[in-house]
């Protein structure tokens, strides 16, 4: 008997999976973040999905300064810093193995990702399938950007769709478009990231322009396959919440045939810590989130223009 | 019988009633707890006057004395009346049970820390004067202190089975027949035992017996009407000199209630209300005891609410205040239990179980109005009583009746428990109890369950220490706190070759607990058959047929008693920690691991850490899960294993808060908790090691073969209020609870964590180690957010729609 040739399963890096959330789709489901991220918004609050390979952030509150990393690194990266008991890792001379993550007591090294095969995540997704049946829920993969693994997002959503699992997917859409063929005939929902419509303003901020981003949509929502999509605005206070842009919003988004609803989410600083962990600077430290009056004010100033559009003050999280 | 559904409006302004039962309310919450003597001074005088007749007639004479002579008032705003001592949170002292629990604690019980109650000088001095010297030597406590068997005293001194709860109180553990009641009547239910008293013949063998037993229901039976008389005259004496015109005549309509039931049959929704309570405060002043559950409300009162609407007797909002104003009734009564067993079950924990929804005796949807109006109830009076349960049969309730459980659930008072329909009736045949009759099955005290006026059993004997289980098989059967050995030997775990050989231990351990509890159980039913309950044996069908008392197996049907698990997820992790990081990886040795153990793991912060991370029950996990099932078919093959002359024993998973006072008993387990904490609730995850959400608690939670534990299995769950307060959270929830039921989860209960519990967690993080949020998309300890972020997830919580959880 001839022995098939196995085919290695396709891997992804992925960041985390959530289970039963509620924040991203319709009913319970399970959020597969992945890591990797082409744009670069400032109030990002997942920076821990920007790279797209694992990466270890380090919590300096919850060291208790037992030197255990220090005397156990096979590279003798880590070390404390002068006059403290706090630790620093020299990226030279690491090779991210991950062996203090394992033996730190306190928990205050941590590991962002880790690299999981299509069959391993689907062991994930199908524990909840009782879940996904009686809410209406399922699968959902945000990021980072799915697009960025596209191969592997494709064939999860595929798997999803031949178990009668319904699919969603956040993303903000700057890729290659054959990348979103790809995932598109196995894709129930699209969320998309719309955070100015001002080509400049969007390049100033986010480190790319727009254009890119404006064309996938239509050219997705002149597509095949009965999509739905949805628009999120990221409501980021003094970037995009003027009359003007959310005006250019509504206009763009009456151009698309498949759109179900415009979600506006709040800003929000969550991710602020995570930020120190990985030893970055949070460039929107002075930013507020916008308040609940303001958020509900811009809502219905969107509403005002009668578009027929439904818009709604979002329970999701936006990542960029 | 369903019929037509009506839809509540879920905000508005407050009915006018609502003043009334707001002072009712006040009046119990501003009443503190309190010793009343008067119950046990007039059983003793009574029991006395009866030297020398059989013992069921004396305590049915004490009985009638009671309802003749104790002190009866009709307190201002209330329309249904009533209470079982002269004060109304009175703890009552059962004292033919045991009046010496008290004489241990008279010194202290003012100010004891679980559960106080004030004792006045007065009765201080009436129980020592007249309770305690008649009674010495005589209760049923005595005669188990006496009895315990030495295999079960040495365990139960170690801490690691609690088996005294039955003998510090009365039966309670029970429904009663209140449908019989109700429907046909005391005089109905005296002539049944008349008829049969006239088929005696007290010179066949045997049948002198029977007619004392009946006679003594008689006179029980007399009692009540008795009671509900002086209650009658009483109103009419206040309703004589009433200057307002308006109470006068509520007055006056109590008099009437109480001159009719529950002597004859209810004819009115307001009558059977009333027959009802008094009944419910008769068999509470025979014995002192939790859980005298009222069951399936929503059933049995369903044809008067429906007679009365119909003939225009009375207004839906007229119903809702009656309902009310009994819903602070049960908040009335407070159980006195000793110091050690309210350590156990803190809360004076009345277990007044009312049950609603689930399928009639034909297997249908059996919710109707009444079902929504005494979730409402529950919704509006928010006290500690009754305990309101939900039977939820996901086949046949509607959603709309889902949807107001979950708005109910949402107000964050812990109630209902919910309970999957489908899992009680398994239970119930389980039991032996035929498909016909389980479908009218009802929760019971906590998650117990029960059979209206058919079914006798303890559900709750005693309580088991799972820690102890995992403690005894790697210590070969020492107690670490107390220095000796207390259980069998089981080997040294320096020997065990493998895997297997510990899990045997595990298993040999849990043996013989179990044998010890069963043993302790055969002296308890004997010592319990000398524990007459006429009262409540009255609307007990079969015992009027058999003319055989509740306490000598007179039901319908009898069951072996309740054996309690306390530490579920204790167990499981640490068996899977010692698979996982000793046999499977081969990372810890077992010298090493009983190292750490031995030194509550200081100075062994590497094998804690390798512990804490090692699989865990409660996220979905298949080695944590695995053990679960086969170590929880084991228990409950061995508990099944034996019987009682009642009947096969009876397993089940809900300690109270015996968590607490057991986890005192043990020392560092290889899950990484530490000596002497609180084990693990029920059959919830261990605190803090959930870390995968709700689906995953679930998914472990279902490995457990929920069925076989026919004294059920409690669940306890936090929610987020993102679940909560928004339209899309609500339609969640029920999804939620939709799919526990497909899983074949038993019963579930929500917490909800409020911002004030977040700000509390903020200012004490110690003391909320364990509290778990859900940030952006993970799951985070909350004591280990930075300030900012947790100050912005306070601040989202009362925000719609917001990732606290």
């Known amino acids: 008997m001839a022995i098939k040739p196995v085919k290695k399963p396709t891997a992804g890096s992925v960041l985390r999976i959530e289970r039963s959330s509620i924040h991203d789709g319709q009913g319970l489901r399970t959020v597969i973040f992945l890591k990797g991220c082409p744009l670069n918004c400032a109030w990002c609050s997942t920076p821990e999905s920007k790279n797209n390979s694992p990466e270890k952030g380090y919590a300096a509150e919850q060291c208790r300064g037992c030197g255990r990393c220090v005397d156990s690194c096979p590279c003798g990266a880590i070390y404390f810093e002068t006059g403290s008991r706090q630790v620093r890792t020299d990226p030279a001379k690491c090779s991210i193995c991950f062996h203090c993550v394992k033996i730190c007591p306190a928990g205050a090294i941590k590991k962002y990702g880790s690299t999981l095969t299509v069959p391993e995540v689907m062991r994930q997704v199908t524990t909840d399938e009782v879940f996904y049946f009686h809410s209406g829920g399922g699968v959902t993969l945000s990021g980072g950007e799915p697009l960025n ?127 120190v962990h990985l030893g970055l600077d949070y460039s929107c430290r002075d930013l507020k989130p916008p308040t609940a009056e303001l958020l509900l004010e811009r809502v219905s100033f969107m509403k005002r223009q009668g578009s027929g559009i439904d818009i709604s003050a979002g329970s999701g999280f936006t990542s960029g | ?258 001159r009719r039931v ?136 509607p959603n709309s009746f889902l949807r107001k459980v979950v708005e109910l659930i949402s107000l964050g008072t812990g109630f209902p428990a919910f309970h999957n329909d489908d899992q009680g009736i398994m239970m119930l045949m389980n039991k032996g109890i035929p498909l016909r009759e389980a479908y009218d099955w009802n929760p019971c005290g906590c998650v117990e369950t029960n059979l209206e006026g058919r079914l006798r059993q303890y559900t709750a004997l005693a309580d088991i220490n799972l820690g102890s289980m995992v403690e005894f098989a790697l210590t070969d059967g020492k107690s670490r706190k107390h220095g000796r050995q207390v259980s069998r030997q089981t080997g040294d775990p320096a020997f065990f070759t493998g895997f297997e050989d510990f899990l045997q231990a595990v298993k040999d351990q849990v043996a013989h ?84 153990l031995n030194d509550n793991f200081e100075g062994h912060e590497d094998i804690e850490k390798l512990c804490r991370e090692a699989p865990k029950y409660g996220n979905g996990e298949t080695l944590a899960d695995q053990v679960a099932g086969e170590m929880f078919t084991f228990i409950a093959d061995e508990i099944e294993k034996y019987s009682s002359k009642f009947g096969a024993m009876t397993p089940g998973i809900l300690p109270v808060s015996g968590n607490t006072p057991f986890g005192l008993e043990i020392g560092a387990l290889p899950s990484g908790r530490r000596a002497w904490q609180p084990l693990a609730d029920v059959v919830s995850p261990s605190g803090g090691t959930d870390l995968s959400g709700p689906s995953a608690v ?47 989860v038993y019963h579930v209960q929500f917490n909800v964590i409020d911002q004030e519990t977040l700000i509390r967690a903020q200012e004490n993080p110690e003391q909320y180690k364990g509290l778990l949020v859900r940030v952006a998309g993970y799951t985070a300890y909350f004591s280990e957010l930075g300030k900012n972020v947790q100050d912005e997830i306070i601040g989202r919580t009362v925000q719609q729609g917001n990732p606290v959880g």
């Open chain 1, 149 to 275: 693994q596209a191969a592997f997002s494709a064939e999860v959503l595929k798997e999803c769709k031949a178990l009668g699992i319904n699919t969603a997917m956040e993303s903000c859409f700057y890729s290659d478009y054959k990348n979103i063929e790809m995932i598109l005939p196995w894709l129930d929902t699209l969320y998309v990231d719309l955070k100015h419509l001002d080509s400049v303003v969007h390049e100033e901020w986010i480190g790319s322009d727009n254009r890119l981003i404006l064309d996938n949509i239509i050219k997705a929502d002149r597509g095949p396959g009965p999509l739905a999509i949805v628009v999120r605005v990221p409501l980021v206070p003094g970037f995009n919440d003027s009359d003007q842009n959310l005006l250019s919003t509504l206009r763009f988004c009456m151009k698309l045939n498949r759109l179900k609803e415009i979600e506006i989410l709040p800003y929000h600083r969550l991710g602020s810590e995570t930020y």
């Open chain 2, 1 to 258: 019988m369903p019929e037509t559904v009506r839809e509540f409006k879920p905000a508005g302004p407050e009915p006018a009633y609502m003043e009334r039962i707001n002072r009712l309310k006040k009046r119990v919450l501003e009443t503190r707890p309190e010793m009343d003597l008067e119950n046990a001074r007039i059983l003793t005088r009574g029991f006395i006057e009866s030297e020398g007749e059989p013992l069921v007639l004396r305590k049915a004479k004490a009985f009638y004395k009671q309802c003749a002579e104790k002190s009866v008032a009709v307190l201002d705003d209330e329309l249904i009346v009533g209470c079982p001592g002269s004060k109304i949170r009175g703890g009552i002292l059962c004292a033919d049970s045991c009046w010496s629990v008290l004489d241990r604690e008279l010194d202290t019980i003012s100010s004891r820390s679980y559960d106080p109650f004030y004792l006045q000088p007065a009765d201080r001095e009436a129980f020592l004067n007249e309770v305690k010297p008649y009674w010495k030597g005589r209760s049923n406590y005595e005669q188990w202190l006496a009895r315990i068997p030495d295999e079960t005293r040495i365990l139960r001194d170690s801490g690691v089975v609690y088996i005294d709860r039955k003998a510090v109180r009365g039966f309670g553990e029970t429904t009663a027949g209140y449908r019989w009641l109700i429907n046909e009547g005391v005089e109905g239910i005296t002539a049944a035992v008349k008829k049969r008293r006239a088929e005696l013949d007290i010179a066949r063998p045997g049948d002198y017996e029977k007619d004392c037993y009946l006679q003594a229901l008689l006179i029980a039976a007399g009692g009540i009407i008795k009671l509900a008389e002086r209650y009658a005259k009483e109103a009419e004496l206040l309703a004589s000199t009433e200057p307002d015109m308006q109470r006068k005549k509520e007055l006056e309509t109590i008099a009437e209630t109480c």
């Open chain 2, 262 to 397: 529950p002597a004859r049959p209810a004819r009115s929704f307001r009558e059977a209300l009333q027959a009802l309570y008094f009944y419910q405060v008769a068999i509470f002043m025979e014995q002192n005891a939790a859980s005298y559950n009222p069951g399936r409300m929503d059933q049995y009162l369903w044809p008067y609410y429906r007679a009365d609407l119909e003939a225009g007797r009375i207004t839906a909002e007229e119903a809702q205040e009656l309902l009310d104003c009994l819903w602070v009734k049960f908040s009335e009564p407070c159980l006195f239990q000793d110091a050690g067993t309210a350590e156990f079950a803190a809360g004076y924990p009345m277990f007044q179980n009312v049950c609603v929804g689930g399928v009639d005796e034909t297997g249908r949807d059996a919710v109707n109005d009444l079902s929504y109006m005494i979730l409402q109830a529950t919704m509006e009076v928010r006290l500690y009583q009754p305990s309101l349960s939900v039977r939820y049969s996901m086949a046949k309730n």
């Open chain 2, 513 to 596: 607990a179990v044998r010890a509890v069963v043993i302790g159980s055969h002296v308890i039913d004997e010592i319990s058959m000398d524990r007459p309950c006429p009262a409540l044996s009255l609307t007990f069908k079969e015992c009027i047929d058999r003319a055989l008392d509740y306490s000598r197996g007179g039901a319908k049907y009898n069951v072996g008693n309740g054996i309690i698990l306390i530490g579920v997820a204790d167990l499981v992790n640490s068996i899977a920690a010692v698979r996982h990081l000793v046999f499977d990886t081969g990372q810890v040795s077992m010298e090493r691991l009983l190292a750490a």
């Open chain 2, 698 to 744: 679930l998914k472990s939670v279902a490995h457990l073969p929920h069925s076989r534990y026919v004294q059920g299995t409690l669940l306890n769950m936090k929610v987020e209020p993102a679940m909560l307060n928004t339209e899309n959270g609500i339609t969640r929830l029920m999804a939620l609870l939709k799919s526990m039921c497909s899983l074949g």
